[in-house]
């Protein structure tokens, strides 16, 4: 017998009491639209903006300022007629909150009024689920105010057409269902599944934190994942390390002074992060215009040595840092993350040595061998003993780096000569070179990990010490060769970097300070440089490589993938 669907049950929910946060009607609209966006954006605290959300707010310019209030209900008159701008209503009841753009009166009843960039669909409702249904949330949130709500319109910006949507019971209990359905996802504290190539993914603002694509190669394999179709950022660090300078905010831009004399100004949409290196003075108002916007401060040594950074509230992803912490205290997770970092660590050194080798002499052996050091790796039975072939497999890169380097039997002073490896400090320009690299590499993983919602000093192959960022120590390991090591080959090679670039004190080696700007630019550079994606096949920046690493990491770790993504180079 055919009894028809199965209507939903709707989840009892108590009402809203103490800290408890009430849930914005944009979300709503957000989970019919795609139930994962919602949870990222409401429960991870995620948001990434793009050009749909900047041309979104600019059209909501004129009803975000408020205007009027909206009178009670009992001191309406029968014919009154009134317009509210900008007016926010909440319930603990519903466990809702919307800021409704217009609301207009006619006597006891009110209508509210949602504006929409855009053009007026043409489908048989007049307008999409999604929106319609955040329509009706706030025409809910007035009825339970005491107004008399039957209808909303949705006002189209781009074609300038109003569209009435009516509160009929079949979009109440839609409305009801998907509010229900994201308190269910929110109290479960699981992602829902990304969208399976869906339409919607491109032009979505949270595709690059999202990955849809990508977490769903590693669950099903098939087909490489499309482009990452997100916003170019054309922001760069902005670095100063001039003695005694001083960083202060002037209207919309960064402006750079020493002893008083102004030597530069940036816009601040041209800045992903300000990076102080020695005695850089900043003002109070410029710290807090940089913490509105995210942008982190990175501060170091005059030498370059990375001290820490300063950033706003930082992220709110709890549930990433809980499963991080949860990954760094079971050895099987530290030992499976360690082996895959290792192996691509000397496979990529393994690379670069033959795509730089300089000599007539045969490297095949020296290949064959770091390969068997990379297949071990993957072997090793615990932290101990991944330690010891790391090691060996150094030895083995460095013993050769020299091999990379083109030689300059006509240079003064400082040669580029490199035996091997040595640090604190650095006894010879390579050395320096290297120990530079890595402390901007450590610094731009550190940041990055920060920026996705880790903890960068709890790791999972670098023990946690004290001030040590372990994570980001971890995760730059697959990347020394790709991005410092080969940044320093450059450098050398290309010229940029001279000898006469360094001085000696004391028995160390350091840059100078034309000398490290130039270097500077040889690491922006290299990070700046588009790759194709080993495992995805599509064009990426290095930079955004090791965002989409991290957030890889992050799927891992919460159980959304299986394995730790590779990022070994051809």
Same mark, same amino acid.
């Given at each position: 017998?055919?009894?028809?669907?199965?209507?939903?049950?709707?989840?009892?929910?108590?009402?809203?009491?103490?800290?408890?946060?009430?849930? @914005?009607?944009?979300?709503?609209?957000?989970?019919?639209?795609?139930?994962?966006?919602?949870?990222?954006?409401?429960?991870?605290?995620?948001?990434?903006?793009?050009?749909?959300?900047?041309?979104?707010?600019?059209?909501?310019?004129?009803?975000?300022?408020?205007?009027?209030?909206?009178?009670?209900?009992?001191?309406?008159?029968?014919?009154? #007629?009134?317009?509210?701008?900008?007016?926010?209503?909440?319930?603990?009841?519903?466990?809702?909150?919307?800021?409704?753009?217009?609301?207009?009166?006619?006597?006891?009843?009110?209508?509210?009024?949602?504006?929409?960039?855009?053009?007026?669909?043409?489908?048989?409702?007049?307008?999409?689920?999604?929106?319609?249904?955040?329509?009706?949330?706030?025409?809910?949130?007035?009825?339970?105010?005491?107004?008399?709500?039957?209808?909303?319109?949705?006002?189209?910006?781009?074609?300038?057409?109003?569209?009435?949507?009516?509160?009929?019971?079949?979009?109440?209990?839609?409305?009801?269902?998907?509010?229900? !359905?994201?308190?269910?996802?929110?109290?479960?504290?699981?992602?829902?599944? @990304?969208?399976?190539?869906?339409?919607?993914?491109?032009?979505?603002?949270?595709?690059?934190?999202?990955? @849809?694509?990508?977490?769903?190669?590693?669950?099903?394999?098939?087909?490489?994942?499309?482009?990452?179709?997100?916003?170019?950022?054309?922001?760069?660090?902005?670095?100063?390390?001039?003695?005694?300078?001083?960083?202060?905010?002037?209207?919309?831009? =960064?402006?750079?002074?020493?002893?008083?004399?102004?030597?530069?100004?940036?816009?601040?949409?041209?800045?992903?992060?300000?990076?102080?290196?020695?005695?850089?003075?900043?003002?109070?108002?410029?710290?807090?215009?940089?913490?509105?916007?995210?942008?982190?401060?990175?501060?170091?040594?005059?030498?370059?040595?990375?001290?820490?950074?300063?950033?706003?509230?930082?992220?709110?992803?709890?549930?990433?840092?809980?499963?991080?912490?949860?990954?760094?205290?079971?050895?099987?997770?530290? =030992?499976?993350?360690?082996?895959?970092?290792?192996?691509?660590?000397?496979?990529?050194?393994?690379?670069?040595? #033959?795509?730089?080798?300089?000599?007539?002499?045969?490297?095949?052996?020296?290949?064959?061998?770091?390969?068997?050091?990379?297949?071990?790796?993957?072997?090793?039975?615990?932290?101990?003993?991944?330690?010891?072939?790391? !090691?060996?497999?150094?030895?083995?890169?460095?013993?050769?780096?020299?091999?990379?380097?083109?030689?300059?039997?006509?240079?003064?002073?400082?040669?580029?000569?490199?035996?091997?490896?040595?640090?604190?400090?650095?006894?010879?320009?390579?050395?320096?070179?290297?120990?530079?690299?890595?402390?901007?590499?450590?610094?731009?993983?550190?940041?990055?990990?920060?920026?996705?919602?880790?903890?960068?000093?709890?790791?999972?192959?670098?023990?946690? #010490?004290?001030?040590?960022?372990?994570?980001?120590?971890?995760?730059?390991?697959?990347?020394?060769?790709?991005?410092?090591?080969?940044?320093?080959?450059?450098?050398?090679?290309?010229?940029?970097?001279?000898?006469?670039?360094?001085?000696?004190?004391?028995?160390?080696?350091?840059?100078?300070?034309?000398?490290?700007?130039?270097?500077?630019?040889?690491?922006?550079?290299?990070?700046?440089?588009?790759?194709?994606?080993?495992?995805?096949?599509?064009?990426?920046?290095?930079?955004?490589?090791?965002?989409?690493?991290?957030?890889?990491?992050?799927?891992?770790?919460?159980?959304?993938?299986?394995?730790?993504?590779?990022?070994?180079?051809?």
């Amino acid at each position: 017998m055919d009894h028809g669907p199965q209507q939903e049950l709707p989840l009892s929910f108590p009402e809203f009491t103490g800290d408890m946060p009430l849930m @914005p009607a944009r979300m709503i609209n957000e989970y019919v639209y795609c139930p994962r966006l919602a949870y990222l954006e409401w429960v991870q605290g995620e948001w990434a903006d793009s050009g749909d959300t900047v041309h979104g707010r600019w059209v909501h310019r004129r009803v975000d300022k408020p205007a009027k209030e909206l009178p009670p209900p009992e001191k309406i008159e029968q014919e009154e #007629r009134f317009h509210a701008r900008s007016i926010t209503l909440s319930s603990n009841r519903l466990g809702l909150i919307a800021k409704m753009d217009l609301v207009e009166g006619d006597g006891e009843t009110v209508t509210p009024v949602d504006y929409k960039r855009g053009k007026r669909p043409h489908v048989a409702k007049g307008a999409y689920d999604p929106e319609r249904v955040q329509l009706c949330v706030q025409g809910m949130l007035l009825e339970e105010h005491g107004y008399r709500c039957e209808e909303g319109v949705l006002y189209f910006a781009g074609s300038r057409e109003r569209v009435t949507v009516q509160f009929d019971e079949e979009l109440r209990n839609k409305t009801l269902s998907a509010i229900n !359905g994201l308190r269910l996802f929110a109290a479960g504290g699981h992602a829902p599944s @990304p969208l399976e190539e869906s339409p919607k993914c491109p032009r979505c603002s949270l595709v690059s934190i999202c990955l @849809p694509d990508e977490v769903n190669f590693f669950r099903h394999g098939g087909e490489n994942p499309r482009p990452l179709s997100v916003m170019r950022d054309e922001a760069l660090p902005l670095y100063v390390q001039a003695h005694h300078a001083k960083v202060a905010k002037k209207g919309e831009v =960064l402006e750079v002074s020493v002893d008083g004399k102004r030597v530069t100004q940036v816009r601040l949409l041209d800045v992903s992060q300000l990076v102080l290196m020695g005695n850089v003075y900043v003002t109070s108002p410029c710290l807090q215009e940089l913490m509105k916007r995210e942008i982190p401060i990175t501060w170091h040594s005059y030498g370059g040595w990375f001290y820490g950074h300063s950033v706003g509230a930082g992220h709110k992803n709890v549930e990433l840092r809980t499963a991080q912490y949860q990954g760094s205290f079971d050895e099987q997770v530290c =030992l499976r993350i360690a082996r895959n970092l290792v192996h691509d660590k000397i496979l990529n050194c393994r690379t670069l040595l #033959r795509r730089n080798w300089k000599g007539d002499e045969s490297n095949k052996p020296l290949m064959q061998d770091l390969k068997r050091d990379a297949t071990c790796a993957l072997r090793a039975q615990s932290i101990a003993e991944l330690l010891g072939i790391e !090691g060996a497999a150094a030895a083995r890169y460095f013993g050769n780096f020299a091999r990379m380097i083109k030689r300059d039997p006509n240079s003064d002073g400082f040669a580029f000569d490199f035996t091997h490896r040595n640090r604190r400090p650095p006894a010879d320009p390579v050395n320096a070179l290297l120990s530079y690299a890595y402390s901007l590499l450590s610094r731009t993983w550190h940041v990055t990990l920060a920026a996705v919602g880790f903890d960068p000093y709890r790791g999972f192959y670098h023990q946690p #010490r004290y001030g040590r960022p372990a994570l980001a120590l971890d995760m730059m390991e697959p990347f020394r060769p790709l991005i410092a090591d080969s940044s320093v080959i450059s450098a050398i090679n290309n010229g940029e970097v001279r000898p006469s670039d360094f001085i000696s004190a004391a028995g160390s080696v350091n840059l100078t300070p034309d000398g490290r700007k130039r270097f500077i630019a040889a690491l922006e550079r290299r990070l700046t440089h588009e790759i194709t994606h080993p495992v995805f096949g599509y064009k990426i920046s290095y930079r955004r490589v090791l965002e989409v690493q991290s957030r890889l990491l992050g799927r891992f770790l919460t159980g959304e993938i299986n394995q730790f993504p590779n990022f070994i180079t051809r």
